[in-house]
């Protein structure tokens, strides 16, 4: 057996303990592996070296960040899981980038969401206004030109009667009600409120796709009316972030060296296969009772590439995806509900497609200036912010090569749109050729006036398995970070936490799970604490 990371047979270790009472914390310097370095793992181990103690992060892939991962091609483009766009409300993401350092590399967007429709038709639900929120979301939802007037009176009147009016002066209250309409989806809450399956189509259905990868009849009203909820609450919390490059340089990258600085360890291609564990509740039928005493973990067996390796430590933090969890977590631990209901959720495909041109795609005048605007390379042209269509198989995009300019611009060439398929699930088993093909015809519906220009680079990224699905009634099976197993506790998007499968979702389960393991209260930022001046 490898000796486990940190000072084994250390006087100092706790074999039992079920958190770390951790005061004075520095005094007792426990061990913590923690399985996946996707946002959850590093949002933990953030706090959990900041506590003093040893955190080694064994990641499966050869890349860390999970679905925020990225990497660079040998011709140097980079390339990521997926788009991933930060909204001003996603306050313990913003704490964690500003502990490290990184906030700066965030870039504002336009306080404005674009809707793309065939033909270059674009409309506009713009939130720029002078009177904060909720103000400006109404001034923007009455005047977006995506609508017709009877979508938008039907909508005012879903919304008008929604619990966000309640939450404008109750907030927890509001919540709670909106807690409680994880049973049915949004479209039935929706149009039980008055509002349209038009509206549906032309504007909640790219949302519902943007934000859980499935449309507003499968997305539990729960998950929509958050967004909204903190989207009212906040002016800011509508406008939009894109990174400036990669995610592996500009937010994950300064989050591993905050992490190293303080004596974590990466370990990449270190896949857990195996848990270990004494159990001295595993009873067969008709050996007597059930020992009242918790299953304890021992261990952990790693594929790698130098052949198989266990590691022993204090504590286990598993901060996997769904698949992840529900192959590592070991058959026995099954006869506790809060694993078992793990098995309950699924996961979403998704499938993310990078399109490079020799021009500016997005430059959508037909007049002889936006031609020559749409081929000069050396100046870019376009829309910069996140897109949403009704109109394509991909229900978001963004030219990266304007918003995201350090690493995805490059000489000698124009746009490059990251546009995400959703549904996932017709893609999936498409070649790669096929799915090019169409994305780019789409391409064009939507922007004519970008026919003359050549596709001249591309990249398809499949996720099989992605976000956990955020149908109606999955609530009750998403477990807490605190498990039944004394040293094994849980992190990820698709835990308890009380926003959507994001980043910010991530960051939020990284942190409740520290404290779990701490000892110590939660203490999670809230969206007040985004301040207007970031904006
Ligand atoms: C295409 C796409 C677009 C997205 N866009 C946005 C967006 O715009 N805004 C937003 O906020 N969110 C977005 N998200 C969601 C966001 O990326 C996720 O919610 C978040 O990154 C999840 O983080 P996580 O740490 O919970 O899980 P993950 O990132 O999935 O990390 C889990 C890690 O565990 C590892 N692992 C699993 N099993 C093992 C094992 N046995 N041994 C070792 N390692 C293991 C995995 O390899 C992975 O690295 C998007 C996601 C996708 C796929």
Not at 177 to 201: A, K, M, N, P, Y
Not at 279 to 307: N, Q
Not at 447 to 469: G, H
Request: aromatic fraction near 8%; proline fraction near 7%.
């Amino acid at each position: 057996m490898e000796p486990g990371p940190g000072p084994v047979g250390s006087p100092h270790r706790a074999p039992t303990l079920c958190s770390i009472e951790s005061v004075p914390s520095r005094e007792v310097r426990v061990r913590v592996a923690i399985v996946g370095s996707g946002l959850a793992g590093l949002a933990a181990a953030v706090d959990l070296v900041d506590a003093g103690h040893q955190v080694d992060l064994y990641e499966a892939r050869p890349f860390m960040g999970g679905k925020v991962g990225s990497w660079e091609d040998p011709d140097g483009n980079h390339i990521e899981m997926g788009l991933h766009v930060f909204f001003f409300n996603y306050a313990n993401l913003f704490a964690l980038l500003r502990k490290v350092g990184a906030i700066e590399n965030l870039l504002p967007k336009e306080h404005t969401h674009l809707f793309v429709n065939r033909g270059g038709d674009l409309r506009e639900l713009d939130f720029r206004f002078p009177i904060g929120a909720p103000f400006n979301g109404l001034k923007a939802f009455f005047t977006t030109p995506q609508l017709d007037w009877i979508d938008k009176l039907r909508n005012a009147l879903a919304l008008g009667t929604s619990p966000i009016v309640r939450g404008l002066v109750d907030y927890e209250g509001a919540m709670k009600v909106i807690r409680d309409l994880d049973r049915i989806s949004f479209q039935q809450w929706f149009t039980s409120h008055g509002g349209s399956l038009h509206s549906i189509e032309r504007m909640w259905n790219p949302i519902a796709y943007a934000l859980g990868f499935i449309d507003c009849e499968a997305i539990s009203a729960r998950c929509m009316l958050t967004i909204f909820m903190m989207f009212a609450s906040k002016t800011e919390a509508s406008k939009l972030n894109l990174l400036k490059g990669s995610p592996h340089r500009w937010l994950t990258g300064p989050i591993l060296e905050y992490i190293e600085a303080r004596g974590g360890r990466l370990h990449l291609r270190h896949r857990v296969t195996e848990v270990h564990y004494l159990d001295p509740g595993a009873k067969a039928e008709g050996e007597g009772p059930r020992s009242a005493e918790a299953p304890h973990v021992t261990g952990l067996t790693l594929g790698t590439p130098e052949g198989e390796k266990r590691v022993e430590a204090d504590v286990y933090l598993a901060a996997c995806d769904v698949p992840g969890i529900q192959r590592l977590l070991p058959e026995a631990w099954r006869r506790f509900p809060e694993f078992d209901h793990i098995y309950q959720l699924e996961a979403v495909p998704v499938a993310t497609v990078q399109l490079r041109y020799d021009g500016w795609v997005t430059e959508l005048g037909d007049d002889p200036g936006a031609a020559s605007r749409r081929r000069d390379l050396s100046q870019p042209a376009g829309l910069d912010n996140l897109l949403y269509t009704a109109d394509a198989d991909f229900s978001c995009f963004a030219d990266l090569a304007l918003a995201s300019p350090v690493d995805y611009r490059k000489p000698g060439v124009g746009s490059l749109l990251q546009c995400v398929l959703t549904p996932g699930d017709p893609w999936i088993p498409r070649k790669v050729e096929e799915i090019v093909e169409a994305t780019d015809a789409q391409v064009r519906a939507l922007f004519p006036s970008a026919r003359d220009l050549t596709l001249v680079w591309s990249n398809v990224v499949k996720l099989a398995q992605s976000l956990y699905r955020e149908a109606p009634g999955m609530e009750p099976f998403r477990p807490d970070q605190s498990t039944p197993v004394s040293n094994f506790f849980l992190a990820g998007s698709y835990t308890r936490q009380d926003y959507i499968d994001s980043m910010e979702g991530a960051t939020m389960s990284g942190r409740l799970a520290a404290a779990r393991i701490l000892g110590r209260p939660v203490a999670l930022a809230t969206n007040d604490a985004v301040p207007a001046g970031v904006a």
